[in-house]
Nanobody
Framework: QLVESGGGLVQPGGSLRLACAVS????????IGWFRHAPGKEREGVSC????????YYANSVKGRFTNSRDKAKNTVYLQMNSLKPEDTVVYYC?????????????WGQGTQVTVSS
């Protein structure tokens, strides 16, 4: 099970930290990916943190603004989002897989809404 939290309303330029609490998965075995999906648009892979110590992957649209990290003791992955823009407004999902998740991965959270607006 994957459960996202931390979404909400923030002004442009503000910050939010999303959390993905995982159960039934091990962060030293499974990779966790963050995706976002706006209505009428394709799902976008935002970031992925692997089970190894490799640096996380970031989409160009968020590189330098978002930071993906994990706390193995809490079995939780975080997405720190800074310098938020109105175009970041969308539902964010986390997913788990043995490699970086794709749209075909089986295990997804329920999503958390992020709204960036003044």
């Amino acid at each position: 099970q994957l459960v996202e939290s931390g979404g909400g309303l923030v002004q442009p330029g503000g910050s939010l930290r999303l959390a993905c609490a995982v159960s039934g998965f091990r962060l030293d075995v499974h990779a966790i990916g963050w995706f976002r999906h706006a209505p009428g648009k394709e799902r976008e892979g935002v970031s992925c943190i692997s089970s190894s110590d490799r640096s996380p992957y970031y989409a160009n649209s968020v590189k330098g603004r978002f930071t993906n990290s994990r706390d193995k003791a809490k079995n939780t992955v975080y997405l720190q989002m800074n310098s938020l823009k109105p175009e970041d407004t969308v539902v964010y999902y986390c997913a788990a897989d043995y490699g970086c998740p794709t749209g075909e991965s089986t295990y997804w959270g329920q999503g958390t809404q992020v709204t960036v607006s003044s």
